[in-house]
């Protein structure tokens, strides 16, 4: 007897545990976009939460560069839709018989990752901005607490993992067809080499800064509710 596998079916248990899991990763992206939209937090003691920074309406261009970024891209397709496995033609999918037909209809929009990555460069000075606000959120003093730190190793992660972005390679790397040979341009090189480097660690960066940024953003959740967290160390009158 033929399994509904060969006949180019999931069986109801693996029906089912896909869409679990597929269920579960909308269900979790509709609460988080419920608590960011419906619950916003307004700057808390010199603090601005990262998720509203400059404004709320950034949220959806960085949900859209994490999305897009390949480091979650090979995560929920192996993991969650498994589907590509691997970029191996023979393991990629086709044994299950789903063909694999690339980015098309909703997935499209992965293509669209480069022009994601340039608003995230243009949104990341305003997380160093926050920093400082944050030391002098009080006329006449500088004021460096736990939070400020906080806020600065949230924009730092940010930055790592933005230039570590595969895309950030086309930017340094782009339109230079050699970088071994003479005539080649030594400062971008360097910077090649560097953002290179940097890449290797992309995918932790990639996860590792979105933990941190929400951990900032539930930090700042508690303080207004009260929880004292905040430490300061250093208060001095400017
Ligand atoms: Fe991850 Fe671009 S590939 S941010």
Same mark, same amino acid.
């Given at each position: 007897m033929m399994s509904s596998k060969k006949e180019g079916r999931f069986s109801v248990p693996e029906l089912l545990e896909f869409n679990w899991r597929m269920w579960s990763f909308v269900l979790l992206l509709l609460l988080a976009g419920a608590v960011l939209f419906l619950n916003p937090v307004n700057p808390y003691h010199g603090y601005v939460d990262p998720f509203y920074?400059?404004? /709320?309406? /950034?949220i959806p261009i960085v949900a859209l560069f994490r999305v897009t970024c390949y480091a979650y891209r090979k995560d929920y397709y192996r993991h969650v839709f498994k589907h590509p496995l691997a970029c191996r033609a023979d393991i990629r999918g086709e044994k299950d018989n789903r063909a694999y037909s690339g980015e098309r209809t909703l997935f499209a929009l992965n293509n669209f990752h480069r022009y994601f990555l340039y608003a995230g460069i243009l949104i990341l000075p305003f997380f160093y901005w926050d920093f400082y606000k944050s030391l002098i959120w009080q006329t006449g003093y500088f004021d460096l607490r736990l939070g400020s730190l906080l806020l600065l190793f949230n924009a730092i992660l940010l930055t790592l993992w933005t230039v570590s972005c595969h895309a950030f390679r086309h930017l340094t790397g782009g339109r230079t067809d050699c970088y071994s040979c003479k005539a080649a341009p030594q400062f971008r090189k360097k910077f090649y080499l560097g953002q290179s480097f940097l890449n290797k660690f992309h995918e932790n960066l990639a996860f590792i800064s979105l933990v941190v940024v929400i951990g900032v953003d539930i930090y700042i959740r508690a303080l207004m509710a009260g929880m004292p967290l905040d430490f300061t160390f250093i208060k001095v009158l400017l």
């Open positions: 920074s400059p404004t /709320v309406f /950034v």
